[in-house]
């Protein structure tokens, strides 16, 4: 196999290529599912504060009057196809008139929210790329043609603005269509049998935020970032198998990971695809430890224990390389110029969830150590209990009754919620732990689905159901309340129109990472 | 044949076609000539107001410093292909740094002329539609990648403007270059052989005026309208024959008029070719009995008697028609509504120079009618006599000693110019009339290089050679001074900002009309 091996450096980051993990995922590509999907109405935005971001739709007409109406220079309309899709826009353009002595020029505006068809993207100032704001403005030479815009789009709504036609012709628009993919099989998962209506309506829309992210790989967000990252297929994963059961897409990107790690080893926090895979230079603590994690969850989702045994180094790697940041006293490094994920929360310090995270991979490394009988097994316990009695000691405040984090002993929400999902609490406490949160609620909260996930998971754990149950009906229910068709990548309950980019123009609102009531809710049978 | 006729109608204007004559057109329809051509340097505009339109181009850099350039978002540079091109854009651009976490969003803007590169499209306001601007802004999702723009562009200057990347990454742009399509057998044309440099040189850029125009047609402006008028196609026609001798591309151009006359039998003034052949709803009395003169010059080209036996009552018809229009003294009949073009001059009256065009055309017909043995001939000669004594009777005014034109008694260049060419009066008083018409310098003079080729040649006719090339260098030659790489749709000596569109950058700076110089220099052996 060393022969397969190739290595590849950048300025400051070297990848070591496995050829045969890269064709063994490859070779898994999945074929994807199209559909074809068409606009269901003519709507347009108006302003209304009672809303999220301010900015409401409403029907002008229905679709069937599209092919009636015949549009000149300046003016402009919008198509709702009704819910969330992934996919490739098509239309046929036909003049009416005098034949058309100038092209047509057309802006196209493309949007998954009311507000993306509302705001000029010409002012978005946010921190992110504007090229993620999907817009084309293209030039038709030829009348009447067929149109096929040049990207993969994710929306709902297309605002059509006929910036020119000449003073001698005007343009209907007929067959507005997109091509939807996924690589989820949605015919296959079996509806959820509930008597609770909120509940059946979150788990409707994570299977389709799921379905919509289930491209080549298991993206993050179809509108922007468009890759695999390992934080998300973790959960991704998790709510596949209790729906799609897509696991070959699983295995595929387990080899993606373990085919480009760095020169240590270490999988990358992220790969892209295309043109070739190429490992993203960022490396996060906590996103490595979960391939780990995400090979366990797959093992005992398939059983598939020639992946197992292939993936194995790589995944125990993750756990020596996590091991060998732990200081003297087993607990793992602060310092103000590493990475580890968390969540997106200000101020957050990530030492103390770090180390939860270390302790629940290694327990599932542990147990894949089990099933393989790898001699490795016992020095992870060793390690384990090294960093549970780490953490108990240094790490547990037994005067405010929490877990504090870094230098200033900062008591997080999330250092509580992952030390509960890490399990080194007798059940009792944990429990106890779980309400004291709910109750105190510390400063440093949460921001993300993905870490509300983990809230929700956690009090799961703790054997508090109804709470968790109503937490996601506020979370989660709360986004379909405020019109999500798919799950967002942020939201504020207490501050909706907040985003940490500068612009709720640029904010995913279809996010891998806000998948999992699914698979929290088919999991625990809530 | 008449199974081959169908006939179609929009609101105003119904179409008969035919096929056969289509079918011809198709089967002669050309093979471009491609070639790859590449920039030579990289470029900056500066304002400089003594030059037209205040703008000029200054070297930047060699092209070969372009692939060690890296650009960030917010960069720009601008490439100069040191000629005018036609044809279709690609590049390659690879990225350097991080790999790309975000697309790319470039901003293309692609002109003849430094003015298209220094003043902003966006703030275009002129009479023409915003559409012929040629700018692109392209979303790369893949990268290193090659990209092939969407259309055909007409250029010598490239702006790349780079919208986005992400603090991540930036580009380096390399092998941009234009595949350069023409159906002109360039490497075919003789080289004038000439001691007069700047005859020469207008020469050369007279050839590839019309090489960069002739496509699948004989296009009127690659860059703006690109489709076939008939004005234009007998202008291109007689500098073919000088030069590349693409005769064929002639014939084509003649069936597709031909093809679809409307139910008159009047052909149009111009026809679209995409999707379909397609009749424009503009029909102009000059415009329609070029097609006559445009078959005589084919046949007398070629001594194609099959095509002039075809076309022969195409080309009849249309002098029918145009003296339908006459009145009872045998002048054509003036009106606020009809369409004769004549030139792009404000308040020019048409009625005289369209007598004189019938006139010009019937003595082509009649000499086609003599080929033919037509018994038409005779009515046409009889015709003729009273079309030029009701021309000598009522548009001439011996006081003034200038054909009068309209009820207002124009004395307009157009006039004096066409019945010279008509050739109604005796060689010596057209010589005087031609040197009354230079000293004179009536107010309704000439605003387009088509009006200035008709100027030059009847000064030819009329013995006046030098004058010919003195007028010849100074228009024309005053373009090559003002840095044409090809001759303009438009140009005045006195006023060079002057665009009848209310913008420079909407002009045409490749213009089949403005090609003829090197049909007057090589034909007339200036």
């Not at 493309?110 to 090229?131: H, T």
């Not at 240590?264 to 780990?292: C, E, K, M």
């Not at 290694?362 to 009695?389: H, Y």
């Amino acid at each position: 196999m060393s022969n397969a091996l190739h290595i590849q450096k950048n300025d400051h980051y070297v990848t070591i290529y496995n050829e045969d993990f890269i064709e063994k995922a490859n070779h898994l590509k999945p074929e994807l599912y199209t559909t074809i999907v068409k606009p269901i109405s003519i709507v347009k935005v108006r302003k209304n504060s009672e809303v999220i971001h301010g900015w409401e739709v409403e029907t002008e007409a229905p679709i069937s009057a599209l092919n009636e109406r015949k549009y000149r220079k300046d003016e402009s309309f919008i198509l709702d196809f009704g819910d969330h899709y992934v996919g490739y826009i098509s239309m046929n353009i036909r003049p009416v008139g005098s034949p058309p002595d100038a092209p047509l020029r057309l802006k196209l505006t493309i949007g998954e929210m009311p507000v993306e068809m509302a705001e000029p993207f010409e002012e978005y100032d946010g921190w992110l790329s504007s090229s993620w704001l999907q817009e084309e403005t293209i030039y038709v030479d030829v009348l009447p043609g067929k149109i096929d815009l040049p990207r993969r789009y994710c929306f709902r709504y297309i605002k059509f603005e006929i910036l020119d036609t000449s003073p001698k012709y005007q343009v209907i628009f007929e067959n507005v269509e997109c091509k939807a993919v996924t690589s989820a099989n949605i015919a296959g998962v079996k509806p959820l049998q509930h008597t609770d209506e909120m509940l059946k309506r979150i788990d409707k829309v994570s299977i389709k935020t799921l379905a919509d992210c289930m491209q080549d790989v298991f993206e993050d967000g179809p509108k922007r970032d468009r890759r695999l990252w390992l934080g998300d297929l973790r959960l991704q994963a998790l709510a596949d198998y209790e729906t799609f059961k897509t696991k070959d897409l699983v295995k595929r990107c387990l080899y993606l990971f373990a085919g480009v790690p760095d020169d240590r080893g270490q999988v990358t926090a992220n790969v892209f695809t295309a043109p070739s895979l190429i490992a993203d230079d960022t490396v996060l603590y906590d996103y490595s430890l979960f391939f780990a994690a995400t090979l366990h969850d797959y093992y005992f989702a398939t059983k598939d224990i020639t992946t197992l045994k292939e993936l194995w180094p790589t995944a125990y790697r993750q756990i020596e390389l996590a091991l060998a940041r732990l200081d003297n006293r087993c607990i793992v490094k602060d310092s103000s110029d590493w990475w580890s994920f968390i969540d997106w929360k200000d101020g957050l310090n990530k030492q103390t969830p770090s180390q939860a995270i270390l302790i629940y991979t290694m327990k599932q490394a542990i147990r894949l150590a089990e099933v393989l009988a790898r001699p490795e097994k016992d020095w992870l316990e060793i390690q384990l209990t090294n960093t549970i009695e780490g953490a108990i000691k240094y790490l547990w405040d037994e005067q405010q009754k929490f877990f504090i984090s870094g230098d200033n002993r900062q008591v997080s929400w999330a250092s509580q919620i992952w030390m509960v999902l890490a399990d080194i609490l007798p059940f009792e406490e944990n429990k106890e732990l779980m309400n004291r949160l709910l109750e105190d609620k510390p400063e440093c909260g949460l921001a993300t689905p993905y870490m509300y996930h983990h809230l929700v998971e956690a009090l799961i754990l703790v054997d508090e159901k109804e709470k968790a149950i109503s937490m996601m009906k506020l979370y989660w229910g709360g986004m379909i309340e405020d019109g999500a068709d798919t799950f967002w990548e942020l939201y504020d309950p207490g501050n909706k129109n907040f985003s940490p980019y500068g612009s709720d123009l640029i904010n995913s609102y279809c996010h891998a990472w806000s998948c999992t009531p699914t698979y929290l809710i088919r999991k625990y049978k809530l």
